[in-house]
């Protein structure tokens, strides 16, 4: 059960990590979020890839949003940087978005066939 | 756009793009009035007198890398369907009210949809951004406040994964519980 004294404990439990890391995010996923992002399902991304993420204990990636890019026709639209490196995969599903978590995020392989150059 | 919830996130991302800092998000649901409303409120830069009645304009927009407006013009087309009541009132420098009302029962009424990942969307792409969320259903009320979860985060970022999971469960439990037993009066009949 999910309650408001839960937060307390998981409050503390971040405050430790928190001690034992530092630094800024290097490692971000922006998910498209204008009304053809939203009709296409970005926010069902959204959610699966914040359950990947904590799944896979990748606490230091940040997700963001970015407004429609223009390819609407290709919405869900997902754009993974890390470092200087930016890659945007296209046609995004929730199997796609776990995949690109374990994929790209874990291993470091970009998944060339979903990307959009 | 397949639900209400949908709509309310397009709304809300209309409202962060204006600058809003301070956003409202209220939903009230009455079987026995049949009605389903919602209210967004921002305190965003508003719309210019002379532009408010073109964002109904499927083809009018302000934004510089688009040709296309298309999501108000939806909501308002999702309302009209049904025979429902559509407002919008702006005034520049001080914020945006959009408001939609609907028959509850009426067959081509969305479904109010995921209000959870609309909110858990709208805290990853506005943290800054202080939200209120009201929801009444039947005269029962559920409220979140970003500002009341920061506090008690004491200085944890709201868009730490752990704490957004945390929350996603938290908001659906909630949202569950408050619209639950919907059907109980009638179910019951004889």
Not at chain 2, 168 to 189: C, N, P, Q, T, V
Request: include cysteine; glycine fraction near 8%.
């Amino acid at each position: 059960m999910k309650s408001l004294a839960e937060l307390d404990k998981l409050r503390d439990k971040l405050q430790q990590e928190m001690k034992a890391r530092q630094g800024e995010h290097d490692v971000s996923i922006a998910v498209s979020m204008g009304t053809c992002g939203i009709a296409a399902g970005a926010r069902e991304v959204v959610k699966v890839l914040l359950n990947e993420l904590r799944e896979q204990g990748l606490s230091d990636v940040a997700l963001t949003q970015t407004s429609c890019v223009g390819l609407c026709r290709q919405e869900p639209l997902l754009e993974v940087k890390m470092g200087d490196e930016k890659v945007i995969y296209v046609n995004v599903d929730q199997e796609k978005a776990k995949e690109i978590v374990k994929r790209h995020l874990v291993k470091g392989e970009i998944i060339t066939e979903w990307t959009v150059s | 756009m397949e639900d209400l919830s949908q709509h309310l996130l397009d709304l809300s991302f209309n409202s962060l793009a204006a600058g809003c800092t301070d956003l409202q998000i209220c939903i009230r649901e009455d079987l026995k009035s049949n009605i389903l409303e919602f209210i967004v409120r921002d305190n965003g830069h508003g719309i210019d007198q002379e532009d408010i009645e073109k964002v109904l304009d499927p083809f009018f927009t302000t934004k510089e890398n688009a040709r296309v407006g298309l999501g108000i013009s939806l909501l308002k087309e999702a309302v009209e369907r049904c025979g429902g009541i559509f407002k919008i009132d702006s005034l520049p420098r001080i914020g945006t009210c959009v408001q939609a009302g609907f028959p509850r029962d009426h067959m081509d009424r969305a479904p109010l949809g995921d209000m959870t990942g609309t909110i858990i969307s709208l805290i990853t792409a506005g943290g800054d951004m202080e939200m209120v969320y009201h929801h009444e259903f039947n005269r029962k009320q559920f409220y979140f406040s970003t500002e009341e979860l920061k506090l008690s985060l004491e200085g944890i970022s709201i868009q730490t994964t752990a704490v957004l999971v945390w929350l996603e469960e938290y908001l659906s439990k909630e949202i569950k519980a408050l619209r639950r037993g919907k059907d109980e009066k009638f179910g019951r009949a004889g």
